[in-house]
């Protein structure tokens, strides 16, 4: 008989610990991800950046697709919620065009700012098999939603060219803040500078007072 308690024992005693340990090990997979794509990915690093041993993450995931998988679901997840929660918190009186604007800097800002989870789901989409992509695709439409809503609102009420057809400026609008994850270098120019550009972008190249 062990006088020891078993790894799945341990968790059971200490939730919260484990807990904390895989979302490390989630922190670190995203750091990675995000600097070395998918392909260059290794556990070792992930584990060394984690401060884990290696075979400890596949007490919490069954393998390396797995956490992958989480890490770019957690991406497209988390931004969708940081966004969300800005425009919950604006005043009511906020203006359709001014929610665009504002969503238009809270995404720029978890995604280059705040959040490697963003930068490696965005670095990545195009790198999976197919199987990883079907459930962080779906997080990504409900994102993608959140985005036509925002532009028909804006439309309806006048602040928005007519002749817009709304999703493909949806996907231009989504597109290209997404790329600024591949090219933008603060050394050059700074955030507010590129959160200002692409709001101009909104409000005169798309908004009906030009």
Same mark, same amino acid.
């Given at each position: ?25 989630? &922190?670190?997979?995203?750091? *990675? ?11 070792? &690093?992930?584990?060394? *950046? ?7 993450? @596949? @007490?919490?995931?069954?393998?390396? &697709?797995?956490? *992958? ?10 931004? +969708?919620?940081? !966004?969300?929660? !800005? ?28 959040? &490697? ?5 965005? #670095? ?9 992509? *079907? #459930? ?10 959140? %985005?036509? $809503? ?18 493909? $400026? +949806? ?7 997404? %790329?600024?994850?591949? %090219? ?27």
């Amino acid at each position: 008989m062990m006088s020891g308690a078993t790894s799945n024992e341990q968790a059971l005693e200490n939730p919260s610990k484990s807990a904390r340990t895989r979302e490390r090990i989630l &922190d670190a997979a995203a750091q *990675v991800l995000s600097q070395k794509g998918y392909a260059g990915m290794r556990l070792a &690093d992930v584990a060394r *950046v984690a401060e884990v041993q290696a075979p400890a993450i @596949y @007490y919490y995931f069954q393998s390396r &697709d797995e956490l *992958v998988e989480e890490v770019m679901w957690a991406g497209a997840h988390r931004v +969708r919620t940081h !966004v969300e929660q !800005v425009l919950d918190e604006l005043p009511q009186e906020t203006s359709p065009l001014q929610k665009i604007l504002h969503a238009v800097e809270a995404h720029l800002r978890y995604e280059l700012n705040i959040s &490697d989870y963003a930068t490696a789901s965005i #670095r990545n989409t195009g790198q999976l098999p197919e199987h990883l992509r *079907v #459930r962080p695709a779906a997080e990504e439409a409900t994102y993608s939603r959140t %985005w036509r $809503t925002l532009l028909g609102e804006a439309q309806e009420a006048g602040e928005l060219r007519k002749d817009l057809d709304i999703n493909v $400026t +949806r996907l231009l609008i989504l597109g290209s803040m997404n %790329w600024a994850a591949e %090219w933008w270098n603060p050394r050059t120019r700074t955030l507010e500078d590129l959160v200002k550009a692409t709001q101009d972008l909104v409000r005169y190249g798309m908004g009906s007072q030009l």
